[in-house]
């Protein structure tokens, strides 16, 4: 049964590292994801899942121990999802800042899974796909990774889109509100249009938390390079 959740952006400018120079602009978002990751702790699971967005092919179980690596972005730092023997392929990116995060949160209250989500995954297969997460253990909970959309600005990666702020808008009340039912209803062709990178992961939570009675609570939404960047607490 699923306990508890955190939702978080997943770009690789999250790590210091990475965005070097460029770090502070994201502090406040990365503050609300360690806060978010913290509180799934205090939820006392059995076991933690990290979902998240993957490109094909790279979809699928990554088990404990599995390695990624920032050097695609030019920079030296390799991370591990949890402890364990790891597996013979390395972490989508996403999955990888996850594992950043569970790092810097100092982790260790379970052990730790990861599950990579294709984005054109229909919603009903991401939903079928978080309910059997959410089966897998008396107690668990979910660190679900994904952008909102790309298109926020004329300076996005995706160019400017006039639909892309009122989806943003509404999948970051449906997030802080623990809205089921509206997280499923996500246009998914329009998700895809907009580059929404978290639609399929939050469909999944969205799965995983059916009758489950969760409440939410957004903890930051903001867009500062045109890109949604959502954080929500649910418990």
Do not use: I, N
């Amino acid at each position: 049964m699923l306990v508890a959740a955190a939702v978080c952006p997943c770009p690789p400018l999250l790590v210091p590292e990475v965005a070097t120079g460029a770090a502070s602009e994201l502090e406040a978002a990365r503050a609300a994801c360690v806060d978010a990751v913290g509180l799934l702790a205090a939820s006392r699971p059995d076991r933690l899942y990290v979902v998240g967005p993957a490109e094909e092919g790279a979809g699928g179980a990554y088990p404990a121990g599995s390695e990624g690596s920032f050097a695609g972005f030019g920079v030296d730092l390799s991370v591990r999802l949890g402890t364990g023997p790891g597996g013979d392929r390395p972490l989508p990116a996403p999955l990888a800042v996850g594992a950043w995060l569970l790092d810097r949160a100092r982790w260790a209250a379970a052990p730790v899974e990861g599950r990579g989500v294709a984005a054109t995954a229909a919603p009903e297969d991401c939903a079928a796909a978080g309910r059997e997460l959410a089966a897998a253990a008396g107690r668990v909970a979910l660190l679900v990774l994904g952008d909102g959309s790309a298109c926020r600005s004329v300076k996005a990666p995706g160019y400017f889109d006039e639909r892309a702020a009122g989806f943003d808008a509404e999948a970051a009340r449906a997030l802080g509100a623990a809205d089921v039912p509206a997280l499923l209803a996500l246009d998914a062709e329009l998700a895809f249009a907009l580059q929404v990178a978290g639609r399929a992961p939050w469909q999944v939570l969205a799965g995983a938390a059916e009758g489950a009675g969760l409440d939410g609570r957004l903890l930051h939404d903001d867009a500062p390079y045109g890109v949604g960047y959502m954080v929500a607490a649910w418990s």
